[in-house]
């Protein structure tokens, strides 16, 4: 037998045809495995303040997201402003509580939309899309700006 591999050392003898199949599925395996990103359709999102305001994120291709561990992250401090999994929403900064839902009328659409009611200045900032499926894991980033007075609100004058 000829050597490739320099002295002493046996080549793998399989031939092409047996090792292919193999090869294959090993790709195909691979492939479906973590096959879907999170989409922020609009990366930067203004809001005022006291309005209500939805940070969009959605699943490509589209799945159905309902069974799936959602997680909205504050980035600046790493904490939970929504997490969500298997239908339970779970655990949520103090500053948020009362203050986010997850639109989940869309899940099975794959729309991972965060709702922040009666937003705050202090919201202002980036927020992370997390989504994770068995081995899966994907993210986006949403950017909240907030500014101004709410029209709704009375004005203080001087």
Known sequence: MHSILGCNHPTLALPWRTLLPYLVALHLL??????????????????VVGQDVVLRCHLSPCKDAGSWDIRWIQQRSSGFVHHYQNGIDLEQMAEYKGRTELLRDGLSDGNLDLRITAVRSSDSGSYICAV???????????????????????CMES
């Open 132 to 154: 994770q499926d068995g081995d899966g894991y994907a993210e986006a980033v949403v950017n909240l700006e907030v500014s101004g007075q709410w029209l709704g609100c009375p």
């Open 30 to 47: 691979h492939l479906g495995s973590a096959q879907f990103r999170v989409v922020a359709p609009s990366l930067h999102v203004t809001a």
